[in-house]
Each structure stands twice: as C-alpha cells, then as structure tokens.
C-alpha cells in the first residue's frame, strides 16, 4: 500500500471518531452538524481524479449549505485534478496548499526516567478539564472547537488521552488514536510557561512504552510544521515523505490564517 493510501485510512478511521461518514464513488464527505466550525469534522475529502467536478462540486455545496455549513474540500493529488481546482475557482472557493510531514516511529524504545518532580495519568472525567485548560490555549487545535473535541474523544475507545504534571502542576498533554493495530500520536500540547523544559519529550517516550506494551504494529505522527518535525525527530521519528493537501473552502478563515491566530 502506498503512503498516502495508509496515512488517508488512518486518517478516515480516526476522523470517523467524531463525524458522520459518508463514502461517494469519487471520495468522502465528513459532517458533524453539532460542530459545525470544526472544519476536521465537516469537509470533502478527495484523493483520486475526479471525472466529473462541476456536479461533485454542486453536490458538496448543496449537502453542507442546506446544513448551514461551509463547504470545503480536502484534496489530495491536487496536481492530477486541474479540472477541479478550476471548478471550483469558478464556484468562488479560496484554496490554500498545506504540506507535512509524515513520521513513524523506529519502535526502538529508550529508558528515560521520568523524575520526582514529573508523574503521567489518563485523563478521566476526573482530570478533564485540566486537560481542556491547556489545549485550548494552542491556536493549531482551534481553541473552544477543541474543548468539544475533547470532551467527544474521551468517550471513544480508540483514544486514550495523557496528563502529565510537573510538581503537582497539569502543563502538558498528548494522545494516542488506534485503528486495528495502527497508532497514531495527536493533541501534543504544553503550556506556553513550561515549554523548553523537555516535557514534551517524556511524555512521547512514556507514550512510546504504552504503544509497545499494546502490541500496536505502528506509531504515526503528522507533525504541521519542519520545526515540529524537527522535535519528533529527536524521539525515533522517521519522515518517511510529505504529503500535500489543497483546502478548498468557499468562506471563513483559512487554516493557516487559524493557526497563526488570525
């Protein structure tokens, strides 16, 4: 299987966690109406060359504007389908090119104690909203869209969710998505005041033990920037390439202008 034919079927299982699925003979289309801004939770995905794109376009439109959505598209391949960017250039749709990286961990797992001061827990109701408290604060995750997720993602048996603590104090958290015997590392987050004292890197390590304990055959990460790629580097991450992506949306923000806070 190709890569980007693995990385789209993690990517289907897990986005299929928290919307509803519908399969079309040219693609997906993904629909969360109690979501509706979270733009994961309500797109077009395509991978594959569309024959006809003026009616996929009308389709998708007419499907998310009679919900009060916005439409958009995740398209993969973009170069090979001109017919449609032009499409929907047409229909009055911004795009925006996004590329990252894809990793995978080397399986090799290094002892690294954790320390006095540092302790990990599953994030329970208990401890939920000291979860919530610091992914909420990075703008990548969408702020308050993210606390919805959150709260969706704890009740799913593919997720399980981390909390670690320095001296008593919740400032980083991580998760683990699985499908079959597949991982995938998601929600890295630390508090901007505890960032640069390495938390990051126990918690990925103590995630790595967990994976390997589960008996999970992989552990995927798809890091949004060359710097987050960089840090997962450091940890057995391998890039094994880089996939494209074109957002197509036809209003609202785009992604990057989200994540720069825009």
Known sequence: MELLDKVLELDRAYISTFTKRLDKSWGTIFMNERQPNYYDANHA??????????????????????KNIIPRFYIYN???????????????????????????????????????????????????????????????????IREVALKEEIKHPGF???????????????????????????SVATLEEYRGKGLIGKLIRYIQ?????????????????????????????QTLGKINTLHAFAGGKSIMEIREGK
């Not at 033990?209 to 057995?236: A, C, M, T």
Request: net charge negative; with cysteine.
């Open 45 to 66: 995905q395509i991978s594959e060359v569309v024959d006809d794109p003026a009616l996929v376009v009308q389709e998708v439109s007419y499907f998310y504007k009679e």
């Open 78 to 144: 973009h170069e090979d389908n001109a017919a449609l960017l032009k499409e929907l250039h047409r229909a009055g749709f911004r795009s925006e090119e996004l590329g990252g990286p894809v990793q995978l961990w080397d399986n090799k797992l290094k002892a690294t104690p954790l320390g006095e001061d540092f302790s990990i827990e599953e994030v329970t109701d208990k401890n939920l909203q000291e979860a919530i408290d610091i992914e909420i604060t990075i703008k990548e995750f969408g702020g308050a």
């Open 160 to 186: 399980t969710h981390f909390l670690l603590r320095y001296k008593g104090v919740a400032c980083s958290t991580a998760c683990i998505f699985h499908d079959g015997d597949q991982a995938r590392l998601e």
């Open 209 to 237: 033990q967990q994976v390997h304990d589960r008996g999970f055959s992989h552990l995927w990460v798809f890091p949004i920037s060359d710097k987050v790629e960089n840090v997962y580097s450091r940890y057995g991450f």
